[in-house]
């Protein structure tokens, strides 16, 4: 498989207290000039992005492809993936921030056996790339079940 | 003090010819973005990607540190100009991260200010994440 490269862009302005940050996909152009500040990072957001909601982004949909390859696999391919990620940042000892976890839940609608579903779920997050990543450092967990189960 | 951030994702179909679409996010800033593996995994066609959004996350994390160490050493920079590229190898992961990083900053020389990237680019809560699964390099330059 060829290697694929993305890129983003970021212009900041000033101190990291006080200055503030414009942010662009600049492969895709999804999207452009997003701002974002160190308060609304660790605060209220104000409607402002951070590294760690981008996280979540990224760690959510690395999940649904994931999900959506293995259950293929299974013969089941969804119907529809609900993925919802939740990053959370840190102070840890020294002041410093850390990235501590991230937690994914995912409904599915698909024509699957529990047993088989489960099995779907943890190759999936040990084939999402994303969750590799971060569980070098923090902790990933996965509440994974079909739609059938908790309605 | 714990600060958490949220996404929500659907899916619908297999990977290759399935779609997805993150719905939102918690601060509303983005969203709805399609996402498709075949833009993830060939030429982005406009949507964004896993490894788009780690390199948006790592910018503007890596230009926070940056701008901090900065301040805190009495140089507050005019502006940085930061570029993030992820590499991606579908198979075998995201291998790479590597920062470009290009300072309007006054009254410091090319080697402080490649020690401060260094710094940021070591100590920054993304490359903390990333750090001993991807490789990390940064590349930086003063303007001015």
């Given at each position: 498989?060829?290697?694929?490269?993305?890129?983003?862009?970021?212009?900041?302005?000033?101190?990291?207290?006080?200055?503030?940050?414009?942010?662009?996909?600049?492969?895709?152009?999804?999207?452009?000039?997003?701002?974002?500040?160190?308060?609304?990072?660790?605060?209220?957001?104000?409607?402002?992005?951070?590294?760690?909601?981008?996280?979540?982004?990224?760690?959510?949909a690395?999940?649904?492809?994931?999900?959506?390859?293995?259950?293929?696999?299974?013969?089941?391919?969804?119907?529809?993936?609900?993925?919802?990620?939740?990053?959370?940042?840190?102070?840890?000892?020294?002041?410093?921030?850390?990235?501590?976890?991230?937690?994914?839940?995912?409904?599915?609608?698909?024509?699957i056996?529990?047993?088989?579903?489960?099995?779907?779920?943890?190759?999936?997050?040990?084939?999402?790339?994303?969750?590799?990543?971060?569980?070098?450092?923090a902790?990933?967990?996965?509440?994974?079940?079909?739609?059938?189960?908790?309605? | 003090?714990?600060?958490?951030?949220?996404?929500?994702?659907?899916?619908?179909?297999?990977?290759?010819?399935?779609?997805?679409?993150?719905?939102?996010?918690?601060?509303?800033?983005?969203?709805?973005?399609?996402?498709?593996?075949?833009?993830?995994?060939?030429?982005?066609?406009?949507?964004?990607?896993?490894?788009?959004?780690?390199?948006?996350?790592?910018?503007?994390?890596?230009?926070?540190?940056?701008?901090?160490a900065?301040?805190?050493?009495g140089?507050?920079?005019?502006?940085?100009?930061?570029?993030?590229?992820?590499?991606?190898?579908?198979?075998?992961?995201?291998?790479?991260?590597?920062?470009?990083?290009?300072?309007?900053?006054?009254?410091?020389?090319?080697?402080?200010?490649?020690?401060?990237?260094?710094?940021?680019?070591?100590?920054?809560?993304?490359?903390?994440?990333?750090?001993?699964n991807?490789?990390?390099?940064?590349?930086?330059?003063?303007?001015?």
């Open positions: 498989m060829p290697r694929v490269s993305r890129e983003a862009e970021v212009i900041w302005e000033g101190s990291s207290a006080k200055g503030r940050g414009a942010l662009t996909a600049a492969s895709s152009g999804a999207f452009a000039g997003l701002p974002f500040s160190e308060p609304a990072r660790i605060g209220d957001p104000e409607g402002q992005t951070s590294p760690e909601e981008l996280i979540a982004a990224a760690h959510a690395c999940f649904g492809m994931s999900l959506a390859a293995e259950l293929t696999r299974a013969k089941a391919p969804p119907e529809r993936l609900t993925v919802r990620a939740e990053v959370v940042i840190d102070e840890v000892e020294g002041g410093n921030h850390r990235i501590v976890s991230s937690a994914l839940t995912a409904r599915a609608r698909s024509r056996g529990k047993d088989e579903f489960r099995a779907a779920a943890d190759a999936a997050d040990a084939g999402c790339p994303v969750s590799a990543l971060i569980r070098g450092s902790t990933v967990s996965v509440d994974a079940a079909l739609e059938q189960e908790v309605v | 003090m714990a600060t958490e951030r949220r996404a929500e994702v659907t899916w619908s179909g297999d990977l290759l010819g399935g779609s997805g679409t993150i719905e939102r996010v918690g601060t509303g800033a983005f969203g709805p973005l399609p996402i498709t593996w075949k833009d993830r995994a060939e030429e982005p066609g406009g949507n964004t990607s896993p490894e788009e959004l780690l390199a948006a996350a790592h910018a503007a994390c890596f230009s926070m540190a940056l701008s901090g900065l301040a805190r050493a140089h507050v920079p005019e502006s940085l100009s930061t570029t993030a590229t992820v590499t991606f190898v579908p198979g075998t992961g995201i291998t790479k991260s590597v920062i470009d990083v290009e300072g309007n900053v006054r009254g410091l020389d090319d080697a402080g200010f490649r020690e401060a990237a260094e710094a940021a680019k070591e100590n920054c809560p993304v490359s903390q994440a990333l750090k001993g991807v490789e990390l390099s940064v590349i930086s330059k003063l303007t001015s």
